[in-house]
């Protein structure tokens, strides 16, 4: 039975918890799509100009969920982390197979998932070394699971169970959170609360969010960040929901900026400015901590576990 301290894997060491500090727990500063032709995020200076902008609104900590193969720059997020002393937490994974070559995405999936576990434990592909992630992320379809998304979550439970990593799942304007967890916690038997369920409030259905945070699962809410989406006007409904259902220990917050043009956006900083105070007077003071901090820390922390022989990583 593994006995290990529970520690937040971040691109500077594991660690502790409760030095976590207030958290943007799905972000991104740097990505690249061929869906997305010149919205990439790919500026480190701009990354850095986010990231003391959070700092200076209180923000201490920030998870980055652009997985592999979509510019995520892991050799220049050290560097960010010590020049802002903001914590970063990297992923590993594969997004939905429209964001890669088809001929890079057949070269991925052979050993998929010795090439998560790789990253996690002894480190991501362009970075320095011993620079590991510390979270995977996956992608679900609209409405469903196709065979890539169940390609890539079988290796995502694998290398979970291989080291204890959370599994942190994109879904597509809200759906199939349902499905994800048949599937990875069902059938894969990953324990829900190991599992951060993204971008449920672009689809409202609060039935379903308060019996998805009642499964153990970690709720992330995000879309500060984006004009024109639905995401902001119903993520108080959310909280509402699921805090007045006894689940406030479920949801996590985050800002998901994903394009060049959301960087006019207000941006992580919005969080702490502009959520945390309204938070504070719709819902009490301890909210915004709980929300912004506590969870978070229980979210990405993990006892983890060694290396497992072989798996070296394939690719950024």
């Known amino acids: 039975m593994n006995t ?41 200076a701009a990354a850095e100009q986010v990231l003391r902008a959070f700092a200076a609104a209180g923000g201490r900590a920030f998870v980055q969920w652009t997985p592999a193969g979509m510019g995520r720059r892991a050799g220049a997020l050290p560097e960010l982390s010590r ?63 196709g065979a890539h998304t169940r390609r890539v979550m079988a290796a995502a439970a694998e290398a979970h169970h291989a080291t ?16 994800v967890l048949d599937l990875l916690c069902d059938r894969h038997g990953v324990p829900p609360g190991r599992v951060i369920l993204g971008h449920l409030n672009r689809h409202p259905d609060l039935r379903l969010h308060r019996r998805l945070a ?38 996590l917050l985050g800002g998901d900026t994903t394009t060049r043009g959301a960087r006019h956006a207000p941006g992580p900083a919005h969080l702490l400015t502009a959520l945390a105070p309204r938070l504070a007077r719709e819902f009490g003071p301890g909210l915004p901590h709980r929300l912004l901090a506590a969870n978070p820390a229980r979210a990405f922390a993990a006892p983890w576990r060694a290396p497992a022989p072989g798996g070296a990583p394939a690719g950024s």
């Open 83 to 145: 020049a802002t002393g903001v914590h970063l937490v990297a992923a590993t994974g594969l997004h939905q197979a429209v964001h890669y070559d088809p001929a890079d995405l057949e070269r991925r999936y052979a050993g998929l998932a010795g090439f998560f576990t790789a990253e996690l434990t002894t480190g991501l592909h362009g970075a320095p070394a011993g620079v590991r992630a510390g979270l995977i992320k996956v992608a679900g379809d609209f409405h469903g699971l």
């Open 4 to 44: 290990a301290a529970a520690a937040v894997r971040t691109v500077l060491g594991d660690l502790d918890p409760a030095e976590l500090g207030v958290c943007d727990a799905h972000d991104h500063l740097f990505l690249r799509s061929p869906v997305l032709p010149g919205e990439e995020l790919d500026d480190p």
């Open 164 to 179: 204890g990593a959370p599994i942190a799942v994109h879904h597509e304007l809200g759906t199939a959170a349902t499905d």
């Open 214 to 251: 009642a499964t153990g699962a970690f709720l992330a809410l995000d879309g500060p960040s984006r004009a024109h989406h639905a995401t902001d006007h119903h993520l108080f409904d959310t909280v509402a929901a699921v805090v007045e259902a006894g689940h406030a220990d479920r949801l």
